[in-house]
């Protein structure tokens, strides 16, 4: 014989109860809007930003400075790292660690393939555009990219 167990919550409870589970869910889904594919504002890269786990991270998919003359991916030759310098710049993760709070993703590293280094970043949208500020130190000392949502 199984017994079952109802709880029986009071109408406040059940409310309070609801609006934590809509709220958790919406903060989810405005954290989400940075998944996607999106283009330099001069057109000179692709990258796709997705979730992993609990961050979000993006991989390069093209690139004016990291495509030869036939189309084929460069490969990471400034990086310090002697058996990383034969890996593929496309495809390649080079923004990781971003955490979203209170409509910015913040706490990410992004990788610069010019000269083999990462440098902290964080990212916010406005307007459907990403903002992508990398820096070393300050922020303020930083410089920002911009990005338009392809997909």
């Not at 167990?5 to 589970?21: D, R, T």
């Not at 979730?51 to 030759?77: C, H």
């Not at 709070?101 to 555009?129: F, L, S, T």
């Amino acid at each position: 014989m199984t017994k079952s167990i109802y709880v029986k919550l009071s109408p406040l409870a059940l409310f309070f109860f609801m609006l934590v589970s809509t709220t958790n869910v919406q903060a989810q889904d405005k954290a989400d809007t940075i998944i996607g594919i999106w283009e330099m504002n001069d057109q000179s890269a692709k990258m796709e930003v997705f979730r992993s786990g609990d961050e979000y991270q993006a991989k390069l998919l093209w690139g004016k400075d990291i495509t030869n003359p036939d189309g084929t991916s460069k490969t990471d030759n400034n990086n310090p790292d002697a058996k990383l310098k034969n890996r593929d710049l496309i495809g390649m993760t080079y923004i990781t660690g971003l955490s979203y709070d209170d409509e910015e993703w913040e706490n990410g590293h992004v990788y610069n393939n010019a000269n083999g280094k990462w440098y902290k970043c964080y990212v916010w949208i406005k307007k459907d555009r990403l903002h992508l500020r990398g820096y070393l130190g300050l922020p303020m000392l930083g410089q920002t990219t911009k990005w338009n949502r392809v997909k």
